[in-house]
């Protein structure tokens, strides 16, 4: 009899470790006895269940069959066996691996019939006289307790095993609701340019690139980040995280001031560029509310939260308006406009005056390139003493980023398994690239 009292203190123990509910701990116990059983008294090929009960303290063990006939499986001679590769199995599995004939065209291919997996259901009838095809029937075992060295090594890893996925899908689930959000993290280690983020119970993956060019990240570090996917494949890190996406400011704004949690403030549109300058447009639905004002807060105390959270970043925030020639203008602040001309072809043609030209197009068109953003519009910044003479810098269009979260991550995993590629030595590669031109 196994020692009950260790035995739920040591599952307690795991669930509030861990994060996984009691059941499934349980389950993964039964799941490795049930793998040792069957490495140490079984035949291979067989299905060995195990059940323990938690109140006694007792296990039991079963050998699970399925139930099939003609039509669900196949049945070969002997000679055909031994010509045949094995039927392959996996720890805990309930299907035998199906081995697909030549030239099968897509074809389903039925299971060969292994006496220690399946029942003729004429077989079965005699036993269970309600057995219906594809169910499944149990035949008790010897209860055993005492397992070698293998039988117990074998167990030890299908628990760790299914530990791990209990532990991942546990982690997914509370995370999969945050995809779009802001999460706070603690810098935990640096590899290959890529930052990883220590969120409590899981670990989260900064690429290079989604980092903020001259932000500088110390171990220990505690800052917010957006959550830009979730994967589940275990090869990945699960937890992508961004410093450099727009939507950290949308996020970091609603956090900051509460007319835009509540929807009384909207922000239109946000153009970034990471570690420089941010312009924001903001609109509000009631009239009494003046939307910059809110966001800047008394002081300029909000924005300027918003701003020491993404490295002292400039922020410029604008009110958003209907009128394209009225939002242009506004959106070049803080210079001051003469005047703007819209075409139907969303362009507009800036007028300035001398004195506030390099303001309008900014340091490296820095300026008009966020606002082209902002807007939506190809903008010309023209001089108004000039208005036929285009300025350097001067024209931007709207050149939002189109990538998707998971196209990032794809190139990303591209970038990093691209040096392995190609390992011919460099005769070959000379060789066959001498032939390519040929």
């Not at 506030?356 to 490296?364: D, E, V």
Request: aromatic share 4%; glycine share 6%; with cysteine.
């Amino acid at each position: 009899m196994l020692d009950l009292k260790n035995l739920r203190r040591a599952i307690e123990q795991l669930s509030e470790e861990k994060g996984i509910a009691a059941e499934k701990i349980l389950e993964a116990i039964e799941t490795s006895i049930a793998a040792a059983y069957k490495k140490e008294y079984e035949k291979k090929g067989e299905i060995i269940k195990a059940k323990l009960d938690p109140r006694k303290g007792e296990l039991k063990f079963w050998q699970i069959k399925t139930i099939v006939d003609d039509t669900t499986v196949r049945v070969i001679k002997e000679a055909e066996k031994q010509n045949s590769a094995p039927e392959g199995e996996t720890p805990g599995s309930t299907e035998p691996v199906e081995q697909k004939p030549e030239n099968s065209d897509d074809e389903p291919v039925l299971p060969i019939y292994n006496p220690a997996r399946h029942i003729f259901l004429e077989e079965a009838k005699k036993i269970k006289k309600d057995a219906v095809i594809g169910n499944e029937l149990e035949f008790p075992l010897e209860t055993k307790e005492d397992f070698g060295r293998i039988a117990a090594q074998t167990a030890k890893q299908v628990i760790l095993q299914k530990l791990r996925e209990a532990e991942r899908e546990s982690v997914f689930k509370e995370f999969k609701d945050s995809e779009g959000e802001i999460v706070s993290g603690v810098v935990q280690r640096f590899e290959r340019g890529n930052v990883y983020i220590d969120l409590g119970r899981a670990v989260g993956v900064m690429f290079h690139n989604e980092s903020v060019p001259g932000e500088h990240y110390k171990t220990g570090d505690r800052m917010k980040f957006f959550v830009l996917a979730i994967q589940e494949e275990s090869r990945l890190p699960g937890i992508i995280l961004s410093r450099s996406h727009s939507k950290l400011i949308n996020k970091l704004f609603t956090l900051e001031v509460p007319e835009i949690a509540d929807g009384t403030v909207e922000i239109k549109s946000v153009a970034r560029e990471p570690g420089s300058r941010t312009k924001i447009a903001v609109s509000s639905k009631i009239e009494s509310i003046d939307p910059v004002g809110a966001c800047v807060g008394q002081r300029g105390t909000r924005v300027m939260a918003v701003s020491n959270e993404i490295g002292q970043e400039k922020i410029d925030i604008i009110e958003w308006s209907e009128d394209p020639a009225k939002f242009v203008e506004k959106s070049l602040s803080p210079a001051k406009i003469k005047s703007v001309e819209i075409n139907e072809r969303r362009e507009a043609k800036v007028f300035v005056e001398d004195d506030q030209l390099s303001l309008a197009i900014g340091k490296g068109g820095q300026n008009v390139r966020l606002a082209a953003r902002l807007t939506g519009w190809k903008i010309d910044v023209r001089s108004e003493s000039r208005p036929d003479e285009a300025q350097a810098g001067g024209v931007a269009i709207a050149s939002e980023e189109k990538r998707s979260p998971a196209d990032k991550i794809e190139k990303e995993t591209e970038n990093e398994i691209a040096p392995e590629i190609d390992v011919r030595d460099g005769e070959e590669k000379e060789n066959t690239e001498n032939k390519e031109k040929e």
